[in-house]
T-cell receptor, first 114, second 115 residues
Framework: KAGVTQTPRYLIKTRGQQVTLSCSPISGHRSVSWYQQTPGQGLQFLFEYFSETQRNKGNFPGRFSGRQFSNSRSEMNVSTLELGDSALYLC?????????????FGDGTRLSIL | DQQVKQNSPSLSVQEGRISILNCDYTNSMFDYFLWYKKYPAEGPTFLISISSIKDKNEDGRFTVFLNKSAKHLSLHIVPSQPGDSAVYFCAASGTSGAGSYQLTFGKGTKLSVIP
């Protein structure tokens, strides 16, 4: 069974640009969550989508946005990139999200801002 | 304010011995707890979880213990193997409402198993 797939694996951007990251969940999983991992802050929740609707959002500025498509694939967009946005962005999927269900992670997209 | 804390950044254990990783939480709304293992350049891999209605859950060499009154959980790995060397993250969530759709992570403990 294929796992969570994130593309691209690595990305280099400059300040002020915008970026779109993609995530394909495990087949049959309908909940997709996004996390940011940095050395200082650890893993922090960005947002969660189910049936194309955002159900929960973490404490990040509006420059961070996402969406989910009818096939459960999800994208995350960051606009007006700042140096502090350099991080590993992880996507996780679960069957329906919430409750007693583990989330399964992809290998992430490493974003570097110059 | 850190709601999930892993106070030991690193731990070294001899192969074959027991590894004990600890985690404390402060949010009383948390009632589902998970452990993940992470190798460099890979995403976290789900290991084991426990619901607050239990105090122990076992899966092979891995056992998670939950002490709700102390808001403390631990992961025991017996026997430890060199392949267990990785960063271990403790995570928690609620099981109802918006809080059930996100995981709150500790900052991780790097386990080194020495052959």
């Amino acid at each position: 069974k294929a796992g969570v797939t994130q593309t691209p694996r690595y990305l280099i951007k400059t300040r002020g640009q915008q970026v779109t990251l993609s995530c394909s969940p495990i087949s049959g999983h309908r909940s997709v969550s996004w996390y940011q991992q940095t050395p200082g802050q650890g893993l922090q929740f960005l947002f969660e989508y189910f049936s194309e609707t955002q159900r929960n959002k973490g404490n990040f500025p509006g420059r961070f946005s996402g969406r989910q498509f009818s096939n459960s694939r999800s994208e995350m967009n960051v606009s007006t990139l700042e140096l502090g946005d350099s991080a590993l962005y992880l996507c996780a999927s679960s069957l329906i999200g919430g409750g007693n269900q583990p989330q399964h992670f992809g290998d992430g997209t490493r974003l570097s801002i110059l | 304010d850190q709601q999930v804390k892993q106070n030991s950044p690193s731990l070294s254990v001899q192969e074959g011995r027991i590894s004990i990783l600890n985690c404390d939480y402060t949010n009383s709304m948390f009632d589902y707890f998970l452990w993940y293992k992470k190798y460099p350049a890979e995403g976290p891999t789900f290991l084991i979880s426990i619901s607050s209605i239990k105090d122990k859950n076992e899966d092979g060499r891995f056992t998670v213990f939950l002490n709700k009154s102390a808001k403390h959980l631990s992961l025991h790995i017996v026997p430890s193997q060199p392949g267990d060397s990785a960063v271990y993250f403790c995570a928690a969530s609620g099981t109802s409402g918006a809080g059930s759709y996100q995981l709150t992570f500790g900052k991780g403990t790097k386990l080194s198993v020495i052959p």
